[in-house]
């Protein structure tokens, strides 16, 4: 048993609580307000009398001193000042770093066309997305994926690994250092705002569809007009030209 932080959000997250309570540590949560699509962590903590704080983490109202964070889809970057008290703090990612650092990871390989995608645990450090690398995991993209399929396929298998990842960190695993290559950071919101520019090829087109597809969120946009698929693009078009 061992003295644990959570920092966390949605499904992964709340699957990443499930299995440290299996394990009997004493946990703390720190997480986000979550409107009714999200699956919530404050919901699943109170359930099992876990205290949580929707606070962002910092040195002044941590509960205690942890021996591990765990940052599993937690929206805020964690501090340097949490990072120079607590030097075991790990982090999942959706990509497979040093590729795709950043926001949107997923939706951003499934638009330039990537046919892999995957997920990286790593070391969190002053430098985002740059720790050296615990776990990483390839998992194919479909041409017939959109991002939510893509996203739930990513998750689960990623949390299949979560205790091996904390047990690593927990043994004095270093990781390893990620490879010195030009990788792009996406910043956070929507690429290109959801929507669709006609002079990009049409494959190009019906992967960014598909991409935006994760209901509630917008659909990709396209002269005013949702859009859903392929063929509604190509129908609009048509219809422009009468």
């Not at 932080?5 to 004493?26: D, P, Q, V």
């Not at 982090?91 to 997920?119: D, Q, V």
């Not at 598909?210 to 209901?215: H, L, N, R, S, T």
Request: aromatic share 12%; hydrophobic share 35%.
């Amino acid at each position: 048993m061992a003295n644990i932080i959570l920092c966390g959000y949605n499904w992964a997250g709340c699957m990443a609580l499930e299995l440290l309570r299996k394990k009997k540590h004493n946990i703390f949560v720190y997480t986000h307000e979550n409107p009714p699509h999200i699956n919530s962590l404050i919901l699943l903590c109170k359930k099992n009398n876990i205290p949580h704080s929707t606070a962002v983490i910092k040195k002044e109202n941590l509960p205690f001193k942890p021996e591990m964070i765990c940052s599993i889809y937690y929206r805020y970057i964690i501090p340097p000042d949490i990072i120079t008290f607590c030097n075991k703090i790990i982090n999942l990612h959706p990509s497979l770093l040093p590729k795709y650092r950043g926001c949107s990871s997923l939706t951003w390989a499934m638009i330039n066309g990537e046919k892999f995608a995957g997920f990286s645990y790593h070391y969190v450090n002053n430098k985002i997305d740059n720790g050296n690398i615990i776990f990483q995991k390839k998992i194919p993209i479909y041409n017939f994926d959109t991002q939510a399929s893509l996203y739930n396929r990513v998750m689960v298998e990623s949390m299949k690994h979560f205790n091996k990842c904390i047990k690593l960190a927990s043994d004095g695993f270093k990781g390893k250092k990620q490879p010195l290559i030009k990788s792009e950071y996406y910043k956070r919101g929507c690429p290109y705002s959801g929507l669709i520019n006609p002079a990009w090829p049409i494959d190009k087109i019906e992967r960014f569809i598909k991409a935006m597809i994760y209901p509630p969120l917008p659909y990709a946009r396209f002269q005013d007009h949702e859009i859903k698929c392929l063929n509604d693009y190509l129908s609009l078009k048509k219809s422009n030209r009468k």
